[in-house]
């Protein structure tokens, strides 16, 4: 499968404690993005990545959240102290970076379903 | 106001029918667009992107109105596996390609 994968899957943890999800976007895409999303809700972004550089992030990206890309291949998003609040789907996307409409296309991941109790 | 606004339905259609969803926009600057679809608990795929002239793939017909700011989304001869929810999506600057996302239009096609 060459598609963007997550792991894990289902995230089960305890308010307070501190999760990590891996994402491992498709192969030579340069940009990596990561989303939440609430029920009945759309996506919403986080951040967004340039090869290894962070070069935007959204405001719902609290001090708790914390994202990396060391070697512009795969991305982790770590929660820290996680709240009731932050139970949602993360989701990550990947595309190429060349000119076009087409090309601007993401491909997303399964997502990884966080529950915080 | 949110910056992609959406109808989130739901829209309950019988087989066959033709269904239309409509989405504005609140920033005028925005480049592209695109209408992605969601199964439920599964992730957004896109189902195409939307030209300014309009654009049909089979079924399925986006059209874009710039001047209102309004997308649209036109499914014809509905079938049972087009439910879903159907998101409109804006790419509000083209440099760093992250997407904007309505809420999301739930469809669900009877038989």
């Known amino acids: 499968d060459t598609g963007v994968s997550q792991d894990p899957r289902h995230k089960i943890t305890k308010r307070g404690q501190n999760v990590t999800f891996r994402c491992d976007p498709i192969s030579e895409h340069n940009r990596l993005y990561w989303y939440r999303q609430t029920l009945g809700q759309g996506p919403e972004f986080l951040t967004y990545?340039?090869?290894?550089?962070?070069?935007?992030k959204s405001r719902l990206l609290s001090d708790r959240f914390s994202a990396e890309r060391p070697k512009g291949s795969f991305s982790t998003l770590e929660i820290q102290r996680t709240e009731q609040g932050d139970s949602a789907m993360y989701l990550c996307?990947?595309?190429?970076?060349?000119?076009?409409?087409?090309?601007?296309?993401?491909?997303f991941g399964p997502g990884t379903r966080l529950t915080v109790l | 106001r949110k910056e992609v606004e959406q109808d989130p339905g739901p829209f309950n259609v019988p087989e066959g029918a033709t269904v239309a969803f409509n989405c504005t926009y609140s920033n005028s600057a925005s480049q592209s667009f695109f209408w992605y679809r969601q199964d439920c608990r599964k992730e957004p795929k896109l189902l195409m992107s939307v030209y300014s002239s309009g654009n049909e793939d089979g079924r399925f017909t986006a059209q874009l109105n710039r001047a209102s700011q309004y997308i649209s989304l036109l499914i014809r001869d509905s079938k049972l596996s087009d439910s879903a929810t159907y998101l409109c999506?804006?790419?509000?600057?083209?440099?760093?390609?992250?997407?904007?996302f309505g809420q999301g239009t739930t469809l669900q096609v009877k038989p």
């Open positions: 990545f340039q090869n290894e550089a962070q070069l935007e």
């Open positions: 999506v804006v790419n509000p600057l083209g440099n760093t390609g992250k997407l904007i």
């Open positions: 996307a990947s595309s190429p970076e060349r000119k076009g409409l087409g090309e601007r296309t993401q491909y």
